[in-house]
């Protein structure tokens, strides 16, 4: 099989298109390689794909909707897997139109050339920030999700009802998969984990929202592909956009998580509290039963495991 991986670059679409490359399948990364981030990370992440059997990569910004076409029309895809959007909730606030173009006209192009080159399975990313200012405990994807609190959330809620649309009038298979704060090796640098490694190795003190009181549901980036893998094998019928939280259903507090790095790190961080950001929640917490009733498989990676894995990668290629 042949399967597109945008956003092959980015943290999820390298360890997405290295799980499939392994497994056997020819892989197309794109990637616009934008600087949101380092650069050099992303860059180093396509040198590790480029080792790999079976591994292309373009160049390519999926905004091009001519470019992207004729990339689908080539290699007539089996399976795309669309990682590819501008991530970050709090960087919405200063940037909407970066959020417009890349995951909503982004997006609504990938749909188009699924449409007119109909691969079996799309497989997209969506977001646990879709459940907004939801009170309920867990998340569960039969819930409400009409009150996103950023820009962000309400672009990848946009694209869970484009996938809808389009799988309603033209007859796809996708799924929608709503990750919950993903960390692990290659990790991005604008989310937690790295950030607070960054600082507390650097002695510099990490910024602490809400005054520490938050709590996320972490999950391994191993265990988000894991998912992927077997929801790849299960597409839905045809016509159906089917949705899925992604998380390891446990959440835990944000203080308990800053001692799971200290002990990792062997260093204890200088924490300067700080109130609440605009385009945050306090909780997250995913019901994953669905998942499991459909793969029979639910994230299981212990956050102490996970954070000592990330910070050995972290020592590894920082040389630190």
Not at 38 to 63: H, N, T, W, Y
Not at 93 to 104: F, T
Not at 235 to 258: H, S
Request: hydrophobic share 40%; glycine share 8%.
């Amino acid at each position: 099989m042949t399967v597109l991986v945008t956003g092959a670059a980015g943290f999820i679409g390298f360890h997405t298109a290295r799980r499939l490359c392994l497994d056997g399948h020819e892989v197309v990364g794109i990637d616009n390689l934008n600087d949101y981030y380092d650069v050099a990370l992303k860059q180093a992440r396509l040198k590790a794909l480029e080792s790999l059997p079976g591994f292309r990569f373009r160049k390519m910004d999926i905004v091009d909707k001519p470019a992207l076409l004729d990339l689908f029309g080539e290699y007539r895809f089996s399976e795309v897997v669309h990682l590819a959007a501008q991530a970050g909730v709090r960087y919405s606030l200063d940037h909407p139109d970066v959020y417009a173009q890349s995951n909503l006209v982004g997006f609504l192009n990938v749909l188009e050339a699924c449409r007119h080159h109909r691969p079996g399975h799309l497989i997209y990313a969506s977001s646990s920030s879709v459940y907004g200012s939801n009170c309920k405990m867990p998340f569960s994807i039969e819930d409400a999700v009409d009150q996103p609190v950023s820009l962000y959330a309400a672009t990848k809620r946009a694209n869970e009802l484009l996938a809808h649309s389009y799988c309603h009038l033209y007859g796809l298979r996708a799924s929608g998969l709503r990750f919950f704060t993903v960390y692990g090796p290659w990790g991005r640098p604008d989310m937690a984990p790295f950030k607070f490694t960054q600082a507390i190795l650097n002695g510099q003190p990490i910024d602490v929202y809400n005054q520490g009181e938050m709590a996320r549901d972490f999950t391994y980036i191993d265990d988000i592909v894991e998912s992927i893998a077997r929801l790849r094998t299960r597409p839905p019928g045809e016509g159906i956009n089917r949705l899925f939280n992604i998380g390891r259903g446990e959440p835990m507090a944000l203080l308990d998580f800053i001692e799971c790095l200290e002990s990792a790190l062997g260093t204890e961080a200088r924490r300067h509290f700080m109130p609440m950001q605009d385009g945050d929640v306090v909780k997250t917490w995913a019901d994953v039963s669905a998942l499991q009733a459909w793969i029979d498989f639910r994230p299981q990676v212990s956050v102490a495991a996970g954070v000592g894995a990330f910070v050995q990668w972290y020592r590894q290629f920082y040389q630190i």
